[in-house]
């Protein structure tokens, strides 16, 4: 909706390891796909004010030898109007958009109001709860959309598994329903923790051989993963 729709910025809430940095990495191929430019993503955790502003350059093609913060500021603006004059638009993901300083924020908050109405830019961005002031008061101004990203569901949790194998290039692992239900009971339905616990019975099955997950390898995946056994054990 927000990719087609050329809104304005959007944004993943949720708690931390549900996917919210997965969902993004997730939307860059439909992205690029929509919109007709190459998507960027950008981790606002290692972004100071100049930094964002380097990576932005970066990603919009701004000639390297344009070094100066200003004139790199200048020539994104550039860019994207030169967007919205062709009927184009860019899609930017920042990802832990509420781990970013006191000063990326006031950039985020410049590049939507220099292309309001132009319908050139459209942010997308992950954030934990809870949402800091500042982000707050972006989001009051600015903001469209907002969806919470929860923990998986029992019922979601065979669709999450098999996916995060398949991914792994594993399409043969035979997970009983047994097991996939000891998966969501210790990784409290987690997306993270789940793909860690995969990736430990993949390793686990690929060195025994065995083609069946059993409740009692997903029980010594996790105690790879304490922390989660104290909570959800």
Same mark, same amino acid.
């Given at each position: 909706?927000?990719?087609?729709?050329?809104?304005?910025?959007?944004?993943?809430?949720?708690?931390?390891?549900?996917?919210?940095?997965?969902?993004?990495?997730?939307?860059?191929?439909?992205?690029?796909?929509?919109?007709?430019?190459?998507?960027?993503?950008?981790?606002?955790?290692?972004?100071?004010?100049?930094?964002?502003?380097?990576?932005?350059?970066?990603?919009?093609?701004?000639?390297?030898?344009?070094?100066?913060?200003?004139?790199?500021?200048?020539?994104?603006?550039?860019?994207?109007?030169?967007?919205?004059?062709?009927?184009?638009?860019?899609?930017?993901?920042?990802?832990?958009?509420?781990?970013?300083?006191?000063?990326?924020?006031?950039?985020?908050?410049?590049?939507?109001?220099?292309?309001?109405?132009?319908?050139?830019?459209?942010?997308?961005?992950?954030?934990?709860?809870?949402?800091?002031?500042?982000?707050?008061?972006?989001?009051?101004?600015?903001?469209?959309?907002?969806?919470?990203?929860? #923990?998986?569901? /029992?019922? &979601?949790?065979?669709?999450? +598994?098999?996916?995060?194998?398949?991914? @792994?290039?594993? !399409? $043969? %692992?035979?997970?009983?329903?047994?097991?996939?239900?000891?998966?969501?009971?210790?990784?409290?339905?987690?997306?993270?923790?789940?793909?860690?616990?995969?990736?430990?019975?993949? #390793?686990?099955? /690929?060195? &025994?051989?065995?083609?069946? +997950?059993?409740?009692?390898?997903?029980? @010594?995946?996790? !105690? $790879? %993963?304490?922390?989660?056994?104290?909570?959800?054990?």
């Amino acid at each position: 909706y927000l990719i087609l729709d050329r809104r304005p910025l959007g944004i993943v809430t949720g708690p931390n390891g549900v996917g919210k940095s997965r969902l993004l990495r997730s939307l860059l191929a439909p992205g690029r796909r929509i919109s007709g430019s190459p998507p960027l993503l950008i981790d606002m955790t290692v972004a100071s004010g100049h930094d964002l502003i380097r990576q932005l350059a970066d990603g919009l093609a701004v000639p390297p030898h344009v070094t100066d913060p200003w004139e790199q500021w200048r020539a994104v603006v550039d860019r994207l109007s030169g967007l919205a004059d062709c009927r184009q638009s860019q899609v930017i993901f920042l990802d832990h958009l509420d781990a970013a300083g006191d000063a990326p924020l006031p950039i985020v908050r410049s590049l939507l109001n220099t292309t309001a109405g132009r319908r050139a830019l459209t942010i997308i961005a992950a954030a934990r709860r809870p949402i800091p002031e500042q982000l707050q008061s972006l989001l009051a101004d600015c903001g469209t959309v907002r969806i919470e990203h929860g #923990l998986l569901r /029992t019922n &979601d949790t065979p669709a999450f +598994v098999r996916s995060s194998l398949n991914a @792994a290039g594993c !399409n $043969e %692992l035979e997970v009983p329903e047994t097991a996939i239900r000891e998966l969501h009971r210790l990784s409290g339905g987690q997306p993270r923790q789940l793909d860690r616990l995969c990736e430990l019975l993949l #390793l686990a099955t /690929t060195i &025994d051989g065995v083609p069946t +997950v059993t409740d009692e390898m997903i029980r @010594a995946a996790a !105690n $790879e %993963l304490p922390e989660r056994l104290t909570t959800y054990a």
